[in-house]
């Protein structure tokens, strides 16, 4: 749609007053499969397109979307947003629109629809054929592969006008394993903002193997011990604890309504000196990044606590309204039919400097978490309770047998306050994050860390001393 009338629905949104308005609109094309029971349950390829409007008069959003993107339709919402009752927020002069420059785009070298659907098909059965053939205690696969391509337009009532093509592929393999009344899964995962050359660093007969030995390697696992003990998360964990117990309180709107244990602490010392923590979707091939945010703002790198400290928090254009500042890139939504959040993109611990086998060696009896799981997390006093998928127990600084069970609970502020080694190595997780009913795309990652006092929860009699 031409920028002219795309002006002339700004107008229509701004006619009654208002702060700021913006359009969002979007295409997407989708391919999904999923192989379970050794067949392939669906095949589903679809494309849907649509725009969202939004009007923030008085600090509140006003927000209606459609599939009909006939400029009547548009006008018709626009008037309808407008049309609501009288505000002390007198809208500003609405500027011409003018073209954001991109500062980057995404790079696939090997686009997905350079690929047929018959060969995305065979890829997942060969990973479906490669999970069963590791031991014959797996019960069930189930593999996924899910490609996505967006292209969205914003335009915003401060004169811009920011488009992006935004890829985005996902190939999932989980495995269930029985023996004798016992049951373990395995879960890995392979993807990002990336086209299918990422099979061949992660090819799927790999990832599928990756999760199906997890699965069975826990089955021989003992049980895990319980209490308090030192607990080494590998970089290969994925920042799960770093998303769940840290990002979401630095998301504005939470710290703002006094929803997170990090709320008014800008400038206070939270965590390590050791500890820097970012959130940067500019990062390329993560799963998490994007050239603008979903209200166009350029993405760029945030840093969130510096040596310890808290420097700032992710804002959305609404939140950096209320709080008389710019926003940071962080305003995401799901699709056309969902209003903009402040988000995390891609967050992670930057590393250190010390060897992650140094750090194991430190360890006298503890516990080595390889692969986290899922998990609980208060953000209002910072508490949590995570999983963990894959652990091992640390004797005299080696790493010893699998354990099963495990869980780390403890206090995200106190945590990473006592944090005492951080790795030179960095490594990622990715997943969909939800919030408020929206799932975004999201990686974060941790170097190797060293708690040296957390409870671990498990099912193996007393804890390991320290």
Request: hydrophobic share 35%; glycine share 12%.
């Amino acid at each position: 749609m031409e920028p002219e009338r795309l002006s002339q629905v700004l107008s229509s949104l701004l006619s009654r007053g208002g702060s700021f308005a913006d359009i969002f609109l979007e295409e997407t094309e989708l391919t999904s499969i999923l192989c379970e029971d050794d067949k392939i349950e669906h095949i589903v390829s679809g494309r849907e397109q649509g725009a969202g409007l939004r009007l923030i008069k008085d600090f509140q959003t006003f927000y209606a979307s459609t599939t009909d993107l006939r400029l009547a339709r548009l006008q018709e919402l626009a008037r309808s947003l407008a049309d609501q009752p009288p505000t002390f927020d007198p809208a500003p002069p609405l500027p011409p629109l003018e073209p954001e420059p991109a500062p980057w785009s995404h790079s696939l070298r090997i686009s997905p629809e350079e690929v047929s659907l018959e060969e995305k098909v065979r890829m997942v059965m060969r990973a479906n054929a490669a999970a069963r053939s590791v031991d014959p205690r797996i019960r069930q696969v189930k593999v996924s592969y899910r490609e996505g391509f967006r292209r969205l337009c914003i335009v915003h009532s401060q004169g811009r006008f920011c488009q992006e093509e935004r890829p985005g592929l996902l190939f999932a393999v989980q495995v269930v394993a029985a023996q004798d009344g016992l049951i373990q899964t395995g879960y890995e995962v392979a993807g990002g903002t990336v086209g299918m050359e990422i099979f061949a660093e992660s090819p799927p007969e790999a990832v599928a193997e990756k999760a199906a030995r997890r699965a069975v390697q826990m089955l021989q696992a003992a049980p895990a011990p319980a209490g308090p003990m030192t607990v080494v998360l590998s970089s290969e964990a994925g920042g799960t604890m770093i998303h769940e117990a840290v990002g979401h309180g630095l998301e504005s709107d939470l710290a703002r309504e006094g929803l997170s244990v990090y709320s008014g602490r800008r400038g206070e010392a939270i965590a390590s000196p050791l500890i820097t923590v970012v959130d940067d979707p500019t990062l390329p091939g993560r799963r998490g990044s994007y050239v603008f945010d979903d209200e166009g703002c350029p993405s760029r790198r945030t840093v969130l606590i510096e040596k310890g400290v808290l420097r700032d928090y992710l804002y959305d254009r609404l939140h950096a309204l209320k709080d008389g500042r710019d926003s940071t890139g962080h305003g995401r939504r799901q699709s056309f039919q969902h209003r903009p959040l402040p988000r995390m993109s891609n967050t992670l611990i930057l590393p250190g400097s010390t060897d992650p086998a140094e750090i194991v060696r430190s360890v006298s009896s503890g516990l080595l978490v390889k692969k986290m799981g899922g998990g609980q997390v208060n953000t209002v006093n910072g508490d949590f309770v995570f999983e963990v998928s894959e652990g091992y127990r640390i004797e005299n600084g080696q790493v010893g047998e699998p354990v099963r069970g495990a869980t780390l609970i403890g206090n995200g502020p106190r945590i990473l306050q006592e944090i005492d080694m951080v790795g030179s190595d960095l490594g990622f997780g990715l997943g969909t994050c939800g919030k408020d009913g929206q799932g975004a795309p999201v990686s974060d990652g941790q170097p190797t860390l060293r708690l040296p006092r957390i409870i671990v929860g498990g099912v193996g009699g007393s804890g390991l001393s320290i």
